[in-house]
């Protein structure tokens, strides 16, 4: 009986101190943060699965700071990464700039994010490589363009944690077809705003599925100026484009003079005096009507 006490008296003196030596060792070392902004200690070990151990934080909808004045979330809903086309992966596969400490360090994180595509989609990466988004673009002169425009990284076009999956996915591939103002059309707004001749950008702008986004045309990864030969819309390739499976299959060179309406149907139509014509009697007539329901 003494033995059985004993035992259960040495059972609840460790419990105690289990229980009272974090209390006294973060009161000892570490103090709550009182600023939205200051630095806070993680003193824990990420689970293998690092997906598990990031979210034990960033699956918190109230995880938010305050940057330059401005409350920025840090949520990430675990929805959205279970719907991607990343669901095997694990966030330091993407953040390869993670440390163990919060805020996790004062690298570029973002552009961290965004670049490291190219480790493992090696063959699109070598493509974007010889494209015009490129980070340096020979001039033709021996040297490189001097231009301080933006170049787009992989997540500036593809997204983040949403990204969906393509491959074998016609939900992925519709939403991704309907993306054409994110992923062309918020950096090229001149020619998102010309791409609006009847059949193709009016329809695509209308929702038509069967209309071309800018990619079917322009290409993905390794995009050209049009002035340069081996680009997919230079005149030397129209026909290749223009009659592709899903397009029109079988045009000729007669066919694709129509290319020229695509981005400039209404210079096109602004300088043709018939139509110049028409539009004042049409106007005229409205003014007309207008002011005698007045």
């Known amino acids: 009986m003494r033995s059985r006490i004993s035992q259960r008296i040495a059972a609840g003196f460790f419990l105690a101190v289990a229980l009272v030596a974090p209390a006294a060792a973060y009161g000892q070392g570490v103090s709550p943060s009182v600023s939205p902004t200051a630095p806070y200690e993680l003193d824990f070990t990420l689970p293998t699965e690092s997906k598990s151990g990031c979210q034990v934080c960033h699956g918190d909808p109230a995880l938010v700071r305050v940057r330059d004045g401005v409350v920025m979330s840090y949520y990430i809903d675990d929805a959205t990464i279970e719907a991607s086309a990343h669901i095997d992966q694990q966030c330091v596969g993407c953040h390869l700039d993670f440390t163990y400490k919060a805020p996790h360090g004062n690298g570029d994180w ?57 491959t074998d996915n016609p939900d992925g591939q519709e939403a991704m077809h309907a993306d054409g103002w994110v992923v062309c059309g918020s950096c090229h707004e001149d020619y998102w705003d010309s791409y609006d001749d009847y059949y193709h950008g009016a329809a695509y702008k209308r929702g038509a599925k069967d209309a071309p986004a800018c990619w079917d045309c322009h290409g993905w990864h390794d995009i050209l100026p049009s002035s340069e030969r081996g680009s997919r819309v230079h005149e030397s390739h129209l026909v290749e484009t223009c009659g592709q499976e899903g397009c029109h299959v079988g045009v000729d060179e007669n066919y694709t003079s129509y290319a020229v309406f695509i981005h400039g149907r209404s210079t096109i139509t602004d300088d043709n005096p018939l139509i110049a014509l028409v539009r004042s009697v049409i106007g005229a007539v409205g003014r007309l009507f207008g002011g005698g329901a007045e």
């Open 110 to 166: 973002v552009t961290s994010a965004k670049t490291a595509c190219r480790n493992c989609h090696e063959d699109q990466s070598r493509a974007f490589g010889v494209g015009v988004h490129r980070a340096t673009v020979p001039n033709g002169n021996g040297s490189v363009e001097t231009t301080t425009a933006p170049k787009p990284l992989c997540g500036d076009c593809h997204g983040a944690h949403d990204i969906p999956m393509l």
